[in-house]
């Protein structure tokens, strides 16, 4: 099993920056790629970014391409959202998921085994 605590998320206003982390234990070898998805009220689950283990290998939601940053730190076991010139519509459940995949970075929940309890993150306008 791999557990995944996420912390970071708040109340921010619009244009403003949070940084989310995901921290990762257990058998975290099972925790190859990283990905973060949110989820807003009444809307379906969406993937917002990914890293391969690597790191080497990224990929984002177009709607938070340019703004949004995904890194890791395979040492602390730890991957990071750093989320800048946030919008109203970036407010969600912020999600970290794990996935045993080498390489690939993929974009659907139904790859990702291991999930965190979710974060909270709403922008103001």
């Known amino acids: 099993q791999v557990q995944l605590v996420e912390s970071g998320g708040g109340l921010v206003q619009a244009g403003g920056s949070l940084r989310l982390s995901c921290a990762a234990s257990?058998?975290?070898?099972?925790?190859?790629?990283m990905g973060w998805f949110r989820q807003a009220p009444g809307k379906e689950r969406e993937f917002v970014a990914g890293?391969?283990?690597?790191?080497?290998?990224?990929s984002y939601a177009d709607s938070v391409k340019g703004r949004f940053t995904i890194s890791r730190d395979n040492a602390a076991n730890t991957v990071y959202l750093q989320m800048n010139n946030l919008k109203p519509e970036d407010t969600a459940v912020y999600y970290c998921?794990?996935?045993?995949?080498?390489?690939?970075?993929?974009?659907?929940?139904?790859?990702?085994?291991?999930w965190g309890q979710g974060t909270q993150v709403t922008v103001s306008s």
């Open positions: 890293i391969a283990w690597s790191g080497g290998t990224t």
């Open positions: 257990g058998r975290t070898f099972g925790a190859k790629t």
């Open positions: 998921a794990a996935a045993p995949v080498l390489g690939a970075v993929p974009r659907t929940t139904g790859n990702y085994n291991y």
